[in-house]
């Protein structure tokens, strides 16, 4: 409880809460078009930085085992999601489909407020995790995409480039290429740009963000309560089987927890980007309510203090 | 010398820029112009709202050429995506700098 | 089928981006595009430079809504505030895209 | 009353903002706006990349003025600049605020 | 006078200076529209921040004596402006009203070089400031709306709620709640973006700030100069006022300098969107022009370390 | 060979190469406009301030030889580059001409991918040399213009304008007044904005400016081999003979060595915005591809090291 209040009450997550009031009381406040994604930009190559230079400090046979099982997670949860958003959210194949490509992928803000708050909360987190959100940003989008297997000429084929190619995965590994060459000593020099005042950005990119899924919440009613509810019990599965796959591959309790809020977290960036040139037929209106309006919050506010005390909880057991 | 020509306006999600300006080439024409634009239509929904707001992309062609363009664009993207178009009359001064190429 | 329509094209400074988005929802149009742009006009003052430029809000509808739209903007608007209209006859395919709801 | 009006879009790499704004000025229009576009073109080069993309400028005026106004630009940077131009007919309300001051 | 030039030579006020030159020598220098809204949310909120810590730190009974002086000097400048106006002015009811509303509410950028040229004098100003900053930006614009007794339907309430949810004091208010919510270890996390790097943004913000000002003065000869000496009283007395009520009320001379430069100063970010929808029939190249063009240099240069001078002085007088 | 991939792998030619990238694999990356502008303004203006500093720390008299040196190059430059692309590289005299007001002029981001490498392979460089290079940035593109001999009426004078009044010398000139007033106590407090995360800034204007240098190399083909070879022969030319006369006047290798890149850099901001309007018949498909397609890449990865060690050479051979 204690953990869920101080995980609330951080520059972060009021970020968030402050764009969504900024829709409620309906505020002219907009951040341009530009900003947004100078701001997007920022933040994936920044994330990507960091992870490099941890990465060039890293021995490759620690790597092994998580890198495995992030591609296992990346491999189960679009296949859970599609299952469940099929049976329990009565989605058609199409729909599913596309929803599931989302789930088995990762948002990169949710990694970053995960992050943040395990700091906060006094925990470690391992410095390759950032590695590992490259690793799970892209399976997840591509069995997604087969699970619908759409007979659309070239469907596939642009999607799967949009994904590689795509900026979000295109700046993340980017700027981990160029983390991992320089190493930390070069890297010190663009420091002070990319890595001291990015939690203050990442604020920035949250007020933003709480606009968007103010707005998206308001499709709510459309999408309907039951589907919403699955909303809330995908990360919570996800994300509870992330972190005990952490834990059991011996990570710190922290890095797990951050482990399990990616693999809980719902992609929108990557994702539908790609799921609108592969799957047009299925509708934004549902994929994006999900991701945006209902699972990122959760995460935000329930999920990540959850898969914390789980953490801790399970390495005491499992010791 | 004035010369009567078309103009076919499209507006849609970003996601389609690609194939979009894709289309106008292969029509011919010999060029277009881009605007980043927002809008609201009846689906409502863009795919990404880090892909940017909508794009409205402006092409002058010859009358024939712009049914065309207007007609494959129907049929390949009317469906499922959102995106409009329209036509419009317009006149130029040297016309023949608009013409399709080789024709 | 081409179907002809006309397209409303009004610009005016960025306060009045509500409520002619609103004027243009109670009119029955299908959707609106809408632009920064900058300008210059008889007027030209702006009323808040953080407001940012002007905007140019384009709708496609019948010619009688248009009419009827651009009354209403011409006698609630132009006397008052920077804003301009005009109209230009368009021609769309599968004009009930664009046809008031519920008529 | 609407009035029959011509509208004069020009589109040109931004180098050019400044003097067609200086020579729609001179010809009397009342006004214009200007929209920021990216375009492709015969000639596909912008001067300067940080200069920003194209700029389409747009000015309502009569007939006559749009004529006068197009020929102008023509002469002047049709050969050595990226630029094109095109009239619409458009009508507009209250005719008197886009006629020519002084006629 | 050695205070005036210290203040002068300053990169804030020099920035400013430099934006006006770039007008007069015709410079194509231009500062894109998303980033000025990017740097005016950056400051507003950063400034919201930094108040709301410091009132975190800050007894309530210490706010209660300058919150209420502060509201007493909201509701007595836009009358005493209305009044200048109409009669020394010769302006008309409708636009004498309008231009009030401006100078009873704050201009947050005159704050920000108020603060910073009372810690470069070596003064000290209180850590509450920016709360009061939010304080008086309300009470003037509706006043002003008020003293226009307009009959325009909907015109006061709509004008009120864009003051209240206009995007200037939401930021301002939000990043407040935010700061005062999360207190000062935790707003250390976002502190490197924007704390440390706040004045050299807040020196581009005025950069456009000054060609916009120059712009403005150009249109000088159409309001006359009667009314733009009016535009340099009007902050002497009410600048003056303040610091004496600051003194008065037991601020440090620093602090009542700064509350002086708020009282004198006129907005121009919430007031001229309030007041164009409420009255559209008052002419911005008055309101506009005498707030940017004239008021907002002249305290730039003038007012700022007139209001220090007399702080010192006037304290020494009171003691 | 060592300082050489020691150059290669920094953080900012790898943002370089990373632009490039971007566009070989069609990634839809894209930088806002306004974000370009924002970088562009950010860099110039800082670039100014911090040269300003150190102009209010150096004696007068320090200044002239190096000025006058500079001043020299910018003369001499653009004719040599006039002479051989005409001879060597078979242009016509309008492009010759308009190519040659490009390479007398200096690119303002090889300064400062100079200054950086200059750094990082542990020489010194001295403090005043931004002041040179807002020395150098005009006499070129007078002169690759007087070249021309063009008589369109008022194309010059337009030029002159564009040029002095044209956003990159200002911000430059105007930044380098403000820091020299200023000074660097007054300078300090907005550093934090403007020194400190000055590297990562440029890592991002890299990564634009690669994506715009790899569209510039599709039109390579067009121009042919021939001239991209004089692409690369103009700037070691100029480059060793920059790095000569900087070391014969007594500078450290350090400084002769970014003097040198400076003189083999070709500008690509203030020149082709004068050239397009003066010299509209010459193809900004040549000076452009040249500039930014050829040189800038060699300068960055070759010319810059090999400046390096001529400079340490010369030297010693000087000494
Ligand atoms: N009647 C209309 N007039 C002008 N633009 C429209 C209209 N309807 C739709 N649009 C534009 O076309 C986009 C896609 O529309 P839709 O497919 O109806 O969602 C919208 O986002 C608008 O930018
Ligand atoms: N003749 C015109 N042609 C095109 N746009 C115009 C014209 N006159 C005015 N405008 C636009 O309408 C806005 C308001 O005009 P005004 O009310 O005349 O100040 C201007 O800022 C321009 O963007
Ligand atoms: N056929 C066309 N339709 C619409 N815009 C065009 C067309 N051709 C050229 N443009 C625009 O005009 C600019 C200059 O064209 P050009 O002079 O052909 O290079 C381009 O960058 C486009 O923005
Ligand atoms: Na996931
Ligand atoms: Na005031
Ligand atoms: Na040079």
Redesign the interface.
Known sequence: MDLLIQNLISPIVLAFLLGMIARWVKSDLEIPDALYQGLSIYLLFAIGLKGGVALSETALDVLVTPVLATIALGIFTPISAFWILKSLGRLNKIDAAATAAHYGSVSAVTFLAATEATRLAGFEAEGFLPALVAVLEVPGILIGLLLARTNRAGGIKAAVHEVLAGKSIFLLVGGMAIGALCGAEKIATVAPAFIAPFKGVLCLFLLELGMVAARRMGDFRKAGIRIALVGCLLPTFHGILGTAVGILIGMNPGGAAVLGAMAGSASYIAAPAAVRIALPQASPGIYLTLALGVTFPFNLTVGIPLFLSFAEYFQKLSQ | M?VA?T?V?M?S?S?LK?PI?ALIRRHGA?????????????RG??????????V?IET?VSPETADAL??EL?SAY?E??AV???????????GE?FLRKGS
């Open positions: 004035k020509l103009k306006t507006v999600e996601t690609e300006v010999t060029g277009f112009t881009l605007t980043k634009v927002e809008g609201e239509g009846s929904v863009r795919a990404s709202d880090w892909g940017g707001r909508n409205m002058i207007l007609e129907s009317f499922d995506y409009i178009a329209w036509l419009t009359d317009v006149s130029v001064l040297r700098k």
